[in-house]
């Protein structure tokens, strides 16, 4: 499938893990939002959900897959595709870069909060790899659904504080 960018998806089955978004901040910079996981066991709203990165990289100009080359997620969680709609330039997918160029995965994380075996699971991003032990469940942060918002306040917070 041919993808002119940028563009704007209409559901998760248009996002391919490796895009990016440019995330306009209030003091006039950008944060990049990044495609990490599409589909998975963990999927909020199948269509509509997908994992997201927050990128450690923040510029005067939009991302480009050359500015964002080495740079590494800083928080991972589950967004709604709103999400870029929201927070990107024009709520837009700006580009793709591979996430193994820099090596980018899925974190890991538990299912939910607290320590019940026959409930909680270690997860890799959207996929459950199997009931999570006690020492993993202090080790692990719980698999975040975030607001649509969400990912600039972390920017806003994480990368200009």
């Known amino acids: 499938m041919k993808i002119n960018y940028p ?7 248009e996002l ?3 895009q990016f978004w440019a995330i306009p901040l209030p003091n006039g ?7 990490v996981q599409v ?8 269509t ?3 994992l997201a990165g927050l990128m ?7 991302p480009t897959l050359e500015s964002i080359a080495g740079t590494k997620t800083i928080i991972q969680g589950v967004a709604h595709i709103n999400c870029i709609y929201e927070t990107g330039l024009d709520g837009m997918i700006s580009g793709y870069r591979p996430l193994e160029l820099d090596s980018i995965e899925p974190n890991y994380f538990r299912s939910q909060i607290g320590y019940q075996p ?19 469940c202090g080790k692990y942060s719980t ?9 600039r306040q972390v920017a806003e917070s994480k990368l200009f504080n």
């Open 7 to 13: 563009f704007k998806p209409k559901s998760n089955k």
């Open 16 to 18: 391919i893990p490796r």
């Open 29 to 35: 910079n950008f944060a990049c939002g990044r495609v």
């Open 39 to 46: 589909t998975g066991k963990y999927s909020a709203v199948p």
């Open 48 to 50: 509509k959900t997908f």
């Open 56 to 62: 450690d990289w923040s510029d005067s100009v939009p």
């Open 118 to 136: 026959e409930y909680c699971k270690l997860m890799r991003g959207l996929e459950e790899v199997r009931p999570i032990t006690k020492a993993e």
């Open 143 to 151: 698999l975040g659904i975030w607001g649509t918002d969400y990912i």
